[in-house]
């Protein structure tokens, strides 16, 4: 099960260095390739307003 990324995001990319496999996409607001994601959890435990959950 891939992760996703809630309206809480601040866009700050803080996520994105984090993830090994280049899943997240950059926008307003970012999201996360589901078909990319390894559900590692790094993103997770780097996004500073905790949007990022197991989705």
Same mark, same amino acid.
């Given at each position: 099960m891939s992760h996703k990324i809630s309206d809480a995001c601040i866009a700050c990319g803080a996520c994105i260095d984090s993830c090994p496999s280049g899943a997240i996409v950059e926008g307003e607001k970012y999201s996360?390739? $589901?078909?990319a994601c390894t559900d *590692?959890? $790094? *993103?997770?435990?780097? *996004?500073?307003?905790e949007a990022i959950s197991q989705g």
């Open positions: 996360i390739k $589901a078909e *590692c959890g $790094a *993103c997770v435990s780097n *996004c500073p307003v």
